[in-house]
């Protein structure tokens, strides 16, 4: 992270930002669906996936299944999630002229958490009922986020900060509520563990149509992502390029909150991702929402990949969870960044 | 994206170490040496007050037979089991009618003074005026330490399991945990018939050999979606033993883990039981989660149809222990 320090150091091109991210993706995507319990031989692996493609689950193993039912659409699930919050981080930053925007200081997942951690108290052991809530909460964490702030047909970035902060508390301390009112303790585990997020559930039935609809939802922000320039400038010369910063932001508040809720609901509370591989990518490639926005979602995409895998391989037979790994390497990332900018402020 | 120039070394350190503090205190290895529950007071004189007994490796004395008990859970539940509960002033835990038949006739005449989770404090403990305390284990959060204990004055015994130093996470040592209890409220004598009853029923239930030593896996999250096991250094690893089964993580040194559930089937397991403590309702989603997923169905339980609820209880010391051995066993035979 030497680049911190010099701001008028040379941007890294884009392409190469992309090929580097492309490799990392591919190579992580690679690397994590031979890592794991089952220890498949690589030829058995492709034959197996090649079956479960052509013919169907029929012919496979308990071992095989395992790989082609949980492990594959784990990794995809990873690097959609990663994708998403990335992208979602990206937006929020630019939205809220904010750097240390990200769904969690919006309310998003803290509603998330609420929701899923007030079911799992409640005892609904349904993972869909679960699932659901936390879409529910999050929803309603940046709907409430959004009414606090919105004025005269839309919303500027300080009042979208400071609403998503009361909201945030207000929605943490009621999760803290629920979790000290709990009479179960193990309850409460599933609770923590659900907070630091996981990808360990996913399967195709649970994947595609989220997948889909959150690949869908990124690619409209891709499309959007040159009017967010044009906020960054500031709302009068946004005003003035024939852009409405007021409505821009309401939209694109909205997209970004389903997408958020979507991936909060399928993963748990993943911290650090939407907050600090904006940060990286707009080091490296500089602050361009068109060429940003695409970057972040691959460089989210590989980082969960990556991060998913080091959770799995560090502490077998246990699993670390994904939060706990996201943040141990954000944190420093983070911190250096932060460290970077202090020292540029006083130069 | 720098996250490959990070090297891996301390990155897995740090992982690590993060998670032996979120996963708190469950690395205690179940050392042989552990427990010294040797009653040193079952001498010549059964009657003799003040008497000593030894706990956790700590000297214990206590001045006349306690007849105002405080009890936590299974230390509380213990002392019901011995027949005592006449001389119990009240305790934490399970409600009476949560308690097994025996248990509850002589939880009937001591105070219910509410449920242990959140741990109640110090204060709530002592409000009853107690000249015995029986605890679980102690709990920092909730100033029940055995500094401040001391300070109080008032005797205190805990379970072996819980010990601060080589703790003793055995059936066997539980049930010398019993009959130091029996010694300190002065009920020699049902000491010796109660734990003598629960080595029998044991003996009984485990008379017959189990063909071919089937593989349980104890999954104590109420949530399926977040299994949670029993490892090596668990009272359910010994429990399952005993009963005849082989513990499905029980190579592992920890007493608790969280594995995958790739994890888990790979090392497919013969027997799956619920101990969460979540009974039938938990059971049902489990059991709906692993049919209705592509590979997890292939599980031999799954396939087998071969799953048990436990109750929470039958898994942590306390009287009923026996009857998580008990009911594992005739599963197992069945």
């Known amino acids: 992270m030497t680049v911190v320090q010099d701001r008028s150091v040379r941007r890294v091109p884009a392409t190469a930002v992309a090929g580097t991210c492309a490799v990392l993706l591919a190579a992580g995507m690679a690397s994590s669906s031979r890592v794991g319990p089952v220890d498949l031989p690589l030829g058995q692996l492709v034959t197996a996936v090649w079956e479960r493609v052509t013919v169907g689950l029929e012919p496979l193993t308990l071992q095989e299944r395992l790989v082609t039912e949980h492990r594959i659409p784990r990794i995809l699930l990873a690097a959609v999630i990663g994708a998403v919050l990335a992208v979602a981080g990206c937006v929020l930053q630019a939205?809220?002229?904010?750097?240390?925007?990200?769904?969690?200081?919006?309310?998003?997942?803290?509603?998330?958490?609420?929701?899923?951690?007030?079911?799992?108290?409640?005892?609904?052991?349904?993972?869909?009922?679960?699932?659901?809530?936390a879409f529910v909460g999050a929803g309603c964490g940046f709907a409430a986020t959004l009414a606090l702030a919105w004025r005269g047909g839309g919303v500027s970035p300080l009042r979208l900060v400071l609403a998503g902060i009361a909201v945030s508390y207000l929605l943490s301390a009621l999760t803290s509520m629920v979790v000290f009112r709990a009479d179960d303790d193990r309850r409460l585990r599933s609770a923590l563990f659900w907070q630091l997020g996981s990808v360990a559930d996913a399967s195709w039935g649970s994947l595609f149509v989220p997948s889909v609809l959150m690949i869908a939802g990124v690619v409209?922000?891709?499309?959007?992502a040159r009017r967010l320039d044009a906020l960054s400038y500031g709302d009068l010369?946004?005003?003035?390029?024939?852009?409405?910063?007021?409505?821009?932001?309401?939209?694109?508040?909205?997209?970004?909150?389903l997408l958020t809720g979507a991936a909060v609901?399928?993963?748990?509370?993943?911290?650090?991702?939407?907050?600090?591989?904006?940060?990286a990518v707009r080091l490296l490639a500089g602050p361009r929402h068109s060429s940003l926005v695409p970057l972040a979602a691959l460089a989210g995409a590989a980082f969960l990949v990556w991060a998913d895998l080091v959770g799995r391989v560090v502490a077998p037979p246990s699993e670390v969870p994904l939060g706990v790994v996201t943040a141990l390497v954000g944190a420093p990332i983070f911190a250096l960044l932060i460290a970077g900018r202090m020292r540029d402020e006083l130069a | 994206m720098n996250l490959p120039r990070i090297t891996p070394g301390p990155l897995a350190a740090a992982v690590l170490a993060l998670l032996i503090t979120l996963?708190?205190?469950?690395?205690?290895?179940?050392?042989?040496?552990?427990?010294?529950?040797?009653?040193t007071s079952a001498g010549a004189d059964d009657q003799a007050w003040p008497r000593t007994v030894t706990n956790c490796g700590r000297e214990v004395t206590i001045e006349a037979q306690p007849t105002r008990i405080v009890g936590f859970e299974g230390a509380a539940e213990t002392v019901f089991a011995l027949g005592a509960g006449d001389q119990m002033a009240g305790y934490?835990?399970?409600?009476?009618?949560?308690?097994?038949?025996?248990?509850?006739?002589?939880?009937?005449?001591a105070e219910h003074l509410g449920g242990s989770f959140p741990t109640p404090k110090l204060e709530a403990l002592i409000e009853p005026d107690p000249d015995?305390?029986?605890?679980?284990?102690?709990?920092?959060?909730?100033?029940?330490?055995?500094?401040?204990?001391d300070k109080l004055g008032v005797p205190h015994l805990i379970l072996s399991e819980q010990c601060p130093e080589s703790p003793d996470n055995t059936v066997e040592g539980y049930f010398e945990d019993a009959e130091t209890f029996a010694t300190a409220i002065g009920a020699d004598e049902a000491g010796k018939t109660v734990v003598g009853g629960w080595r029998t029923e044991i003996e009984k239930a485990t008379a017959t050999p189990v063909e071919g030593e089937p593989t349980v896996f104890i999954m104590g999250s109420p949530d399926p979606k977040s299994p949670f096991a029993s490892g090596g250094a668990s009272l359910a690893d010994e429990q399952i033993t005993l009963a005849g089964g082989s513990n499905l993580f029980g190579d592992t040194d920890e007493a608790f883990l969280e594995p995958s559930w790739e994890e888990i089937a790979d090392r497919n397991p013969d027997v799956i039981v619920d101990g969460s403590g979540g009974k039938d309702e938990s059971m049902a989603a489990l059991k709906k989660y692993l049919k209705g997923d592509a590979a997890l169905s292939g599980i031999t339980a799954v396939k087998d149809d071969r799953f048990l609820v436990l109750d929470y209880y039958d898994n942590v010391p306390g009287p009923r222990v026996v009857d998580g051995v008990v009911k594992l066993a005739e599963f197992l035979r069945g």
């Open chain 1, 220 to 224: 409209v922000l891709m499309l959007r």
């Open chain 1, 265 to 279: 609901a399928l993963a748990g509370g993943i911290g650090f991702v939407a907050l600090v591989v904006p940060h």
């Open chain 1, 237 to 257: 010369t946004a005003t003035a390029l024939g852009v409405s910063p007021q409505r821009l932001r309401a939209e694109m508040f909205v997209i970004t909150s």
């Open chain 2, 92 to 109: 934490f835990g399970s409600e009476r009618a949560a308690l097994p038949e025996d248990l509850a006739t002589e939880a009937a005449e």
């Open chain 2, 132 to 149: 015995l305390i029986v605890l679980y284990g102690y709990n920092q959060e909730a100033g029940i330490t055995q500094e401040a204990l």
């Open chain 2, 23 to 39: 996963t708190g205190c469950g690395f205690a290895g179940d050392s042989e040496d552990a427990g010294a529950t040797d009653d």
């Open chain 1, 95 to 133: 939205l809220t002229r904010n750097p240390l925007a990200d769904p969690s200081i919006l309310g998003g997942t803290s509603g998330a958490s609420l929701g899923a951690v007030a079911m799992i108290v409640a005892g609904a052991s349904g993972p869909l009922s679960v699932t659901a809530a």
